[in-house]
């Protein structure tokens, strides 16, 4: 497909914006406000910090850390040197993120010692004990070959690791010539992101993008009428694509103000949306269940909100996008995956409340949608259930040391096939509806349940497992397991958190435990997954299954 619009990396993007915008703030976090020339001043100190430390182009820079200004100007600085950007979810445990960190191959983390009672250090030292006595400036723990460097935001600074301050102290040492010379020397086709999403192998696979996805920015802030006159109230993890993308790239892109929390309270995002009159929200279905519900929000003056990009889901989502436009403000929808760069459809300002509720947006500029017969691939008409299909510029690259993976999602006249269940009307809007695969989304948290069942498995008292979705209330849906008990053992619902407690992200958890005999088969012998969730929604006593 021939280039129909400017590419441009993130680096230009970044000095872009300090030119237009430079003395208008770009950023405020727990209580520190800089201007967007001030945030790209500190972007380009520590590229210049990463450069000196040896950070190389191409170099894969894992970063394990929770929202705060320090993961905003990494990763400005990552994508400016020309290195890749690694985010870990900061729920992820030892056994995520040292397959994570393994299998990017990153020659460098950056990490936070603590976040309230998450001991980020303890977790790596438990794989990484050399962090302990080895050299920081070549560390190369026996779990991790390709790891040259740890650097570890926080007062705790083990002898192997290099303290922020100390990164930072190098910068110096690094001409700004240099830095010059990398940004460049970066192509917007060069791989800058390489963003973690959970497969259908038990594995999460690393999604390659190019700096394409700055487009589909752009056409997004168009269609939701952004400008520098906004302020976005950014809770969302900066490691999810929703959160990287539509606070930093679209502050960047538009102007607009970023008002960054360390991570989602109700209470705290409703005190800064009437301090700081926000003007832009965005999030899942249990954020907004959250804020409508929270004693507050009646109270909280919310007359700064012009709208709220909130993320419909399954039908179960429509009831709370409802309430949300009752108690807060108009809200748009929108469809998205980590494959194709951020939300690729959105819905329009004017739209009806209806679309707005339900639909999931019409495709954005330079995006192809179908919806085919999973069976046949042949491509159904307008209004008909089938599997959604995608294809445009900002597509992954693919995924990374997954060439099988890729060919299997992406076929050979460029079509990315999302396991989504969708219907797209004769006008062209997407509506999800579900997923073919059998991946749960947690509160906007993808879990693959084939990791939960392996798990699972270990455990003394569990002969089978089959982990489902059933519907939550807040979270949308939640993990169940159904499990098949091994003769004379016992387990209860407390001991199947207790052991999967620490081990693995809090939202991997199953929230419910059901005792069955057997499992309803097909003739094949496969399990019949739609039968089980409609069997667990009735012994539990919810609707929806």
């Given at each position: 497909m021939p280039n129909w619009f400017h590419k441009q990396t993130v680096g230009e993007l970044i000095n872009?914006?300090?030119?237009?915008?430079g003395p208008r703030e770009a950023l405020l976090y727990e209580g520190r406000r800089w201007s967007f020339a001030e945030f790209r001043d500190e972007i380009d100190r520590v590229a210049r910090a990463l450069i000196n430390l040896?950070?190389?182009?191409?170099?894969?820079?894992?970063?394990?850390?929770?929202?705060?200004?320090?993961?905003?100007?990494?990763?400005?600085?990552?994508?400016?040197?020309?290195?890749?950007?690694?985010?870990?979810?900061?729920?992820?445990?030892?056994?995520?993120?040292?397959?994570?960190?393994?299998?990017?191959?990153?020659?460098?983390?950056?990490?936070?010692?603590?976040?309230?009672?998450?001991?980020?250090?303890?977790?790596?030292?438990?794989?990484?004990?050399?962090?302990?006595?080895?050299?920081?400036?070549?560390?190369?723990?026996?779990?991790?070959?390709?790891?040259?460097?740890?650097?570890?935001?926080?007062?705790e600074?083990?002898?192997?690791?290099?303290?922020?301050?100390?990164?930072?102290?190098?910068?110096?040492e690094a001409p700004a010539a240099e830095l010059a010379q990398r940004e460049a020397a970066v192509s917007p086709d060069d791989t800058f992101l390489l963003m973690y999403t959970s497969g259908t192998t038990g594995f999460p696979k690393g999604v390659m993008h190019c700096h394409n996805p700055i487009r589909t920015v752009i056409d997004a802030a168009n269609r939701m009428g952004m400008s520098s006159r906004d302020v976005i109230l950014m809770y969302l993890p900066l490691f999810h694509c929703f959160g990287l993308y539509e606070g930093p790239l679209m502050s960047w892109v538009t102007g607009a103000r970023v008002v960054l929390t360390t991570m989602f309270d109700a209470g705290e995002t409703?005190?800064?949306?009437?301090?700081?009159?926000?003007?832009?929200?965005?999030?899942?279905?249990?954020?907004?269940?959250?804020?409508?519900?929270?004693?507050?929000?009646?109270?909280?003056?919310?007359?700064?909100?012009?709208?709220?990009?909130?993320?419909v889901g399954m039908p179960s989502s429509e009831p709370v996008a409802r309430l949300t436009q009752e108690k807060f403000c108009s809200t748009l929808s929108a469809w998205g995956m980590t494959e194709v760069g951020v939300g690729a459809t959105r819905t329009f300002l004017d739209a009806p409340a209806d679309d707005r509720c339900a639909e999931s947006g019409h495709p954005l500029p330079g995006y192809e949608f179908k919806v085919i017969d999973p069976g046949t691939g042949d491509t159904l008409p307008p209004s008909t259930m089938g599997e959604l299909c995608v294809r445009g510029y900002a597509l992954m690259q693919g995924y990374y040391k997954r060439p099988e993976a890729t060919a299997a999602a992406i076929d050979g006249d460029g079509w990315f096939h999302t396991g989504d269940v969708c219907t797209i009307r004769d006008d062209g809007s997407v509506r999800f509806l579900g997923r073919y695969k059998d991946q749960l989304k947690v509160g906007g948290e993808n879990v693959d349940p084939t990791e939960v069942e392996a798990f699972?498995?270990?455990?003394?008292?569990?002969?089978?497992?089959?982990?489902?979705?059933?519907?939550?209330?807040?979270?949308?849906?939640?993990?169940?397991?159904?499990?098949?008990?091994?003769?004379?053992?016992?387990?209860?619902?407390?001991?199947?958190?207790?052991?999967?407690?620490?081990?693995?992200?809090?939202?991997?958890?199953?929230?419910?435990?059901?005792?069955?005999?057997?499992?309803?088969?097909?003739?094949?012998?496969?399990?019949?997954?739609?039968?089980?969730?409609?069997?667990a929604a009735e012994r539990l006593g919810l609707a929806g299954g």
């Open positions: 872009q914006a300090a030119e237009r915008f040896g950070v190389q182009p191409g170099d894969k820079v894992s970063l394990w850390m929770s929202n705060r200004a320090e993961w905003l100007f990494l990763f400005g600085a990552i994508a400016k040197i020309g290195a890749v950007l690694v985010p870990i979810n900061t729920r992820f445990r030892t056994g995520d993120m040292e397959y994570l960190v393994n299998h990017s191959d990153s020659a460098a983390l950056v990490l936070m010692a603590r976040s309230g009672p998450v001991d980020y250090l303890a977790m790596l030292r438990e794989v990484a004990p050399e962090i302990d006595h080895g050299n920081p400036a070549a560390l190369h723990p026996a779990a991790f070959p390709s790891l040259r460097n740890v650097i570890v935001v926080g007062e600074r083990p002898a192997g690791a290099i303290g922020w301050d100390a990164l930072l102290a190098g910068a110096g409703l005190g800064l949306l009437e301090s700081e009159r926000a003007t832009v929200m965005n999030g899942f279905d249990a954020h907004f269940y959250d804020l409508c519900h929270h004693p507050d929000a009646a109270k909280t003056d919310r007359s700064s909100l012009r709208t709220i990009l909130l993320a699972l498995l270990t455990h003394p008292a569990v002969s089978k497992v089959q982990v489902i979705g059933v519907p939550d209330a807040r979270l949308a849906e939640v993990a169940c397991a159904c499990v098949v008990v091994e003769p004379g053992q016992v387990i209860t619902d407390a001991d199947l958190s207790d052991f999967c407690r620490g081990k693995m992200a809090s939202f991997k958890i199953p929230r419910h435990l059901i005792i069955v005999d057997d499992y309803p088969m097909t003739s094949s012998g496969k399990v019949q997954k739609y039968l089980l969730r409609q069997m």
